[in-house]
């Protein structure tokens, strides 16, 4: 149980264009879910956490309209990279929590964004 | 905030030796510590976690252990195997809030 899928898993794409990715609960109700960027041999950094049906919730210096997110049901969250350039290229994770049922966040298997 | 410490960065251990983890946090209304697998190119799993109202838990050949007075988390991990080599992370949090992560441990077994 508490499988999360991520979809691309790898995705290439030229400066200036925007990306999306998907981020889904196979088995659960994600009540909350999680973007986060990792950089080589760094440590995840969280971006924005998202409720389903209310706007998210961005971290510090992460653009909330650069990178954009849709929590629009319990199994599906989006982040959308607009206007990508090379400096977005990174790993994104997403994780998935049902708080109903207590704090643990659940990964996905995450997202390879490379912008030429 | 929250800020989680831990150490070290990276470990290399014989084979079928034990390996210790340590991480340090400084909000003592943080009452949730998770440690995650991160294998290469890969999302973290979660092994265990383990919460405030618990000194020491164990799954098989992993263990966490809290002290809450002085706000430090280790994970064990007995009779390594190669298998066990990855990055792992540690993280603190509050009831349904955020985690934050420490920096990461890179785990190396050598057979």
């Known amino acids: 149980g508490a499988v999360v899928s991520q979809h691309p898993s790898r995705v290439i794409c030229k400066s200036g264009t925007s990306v999306k990715i998907e981020c889904r609960s196979l088995d659960f109700q994600a009540t909350t879910m999680f973007w986060y960027r990792q950089f080589p041999k760094q440590s995840l950094m969280l971006m924005a956490t998202s409720n389903e049906g209310s706007k998210a919730t961005y971290e510090q210096g992460v653009e909330k309209d650069k990178f954009l997110i849709n929590h629009a049901s319990l199994t599906l969250s989006t982040l959308t990279v607009t206007s990508a350039h090379p400096e977005d290229s990174s790993f994104y994770i997403c994780s998935a929590r049902d708080t109903r049922r207590g704090e643990t966040q659940y990964f996905g298997p995450g997202t390879r964004l490379l912008v030429l | 905030g929250e800020n989680v410490e831990q150490h070290p960065s990276t470990l290399s251990v014989q084979e079928g030796d034990s390996a210790v983890i340590k991480c340090t946090y400084s909000?003592?209304?943080?009452?949730?510590f998770p440690w995650y697998k991160q294998e290469l190119g890969k999302g973290p799993q979660l092994i265990i976690d383990i919460r405030s109202n618990v000194g020491e838990k164990k799954d098989q050949r992993i263990a966490v252990t809290l002290n809450k007075t002085a706000k430090h988390f280790s994970l064990h991990i007995t009779e390594t195997q190669p298998e066990d080599s990855a990055v792992y992370f540690c993280?603190?949090?509050?009831?349904?809030?955020?985690?934050?992560f420490g920096q990461g441990t890179r785990l190396t077994i050598n057979p």
């Open positions: 909000d003592s209304a943080s009452n949730y």
């Open positions: 993280a603190a949090g509050q009831g349904a809030q955020k985690l934050v």
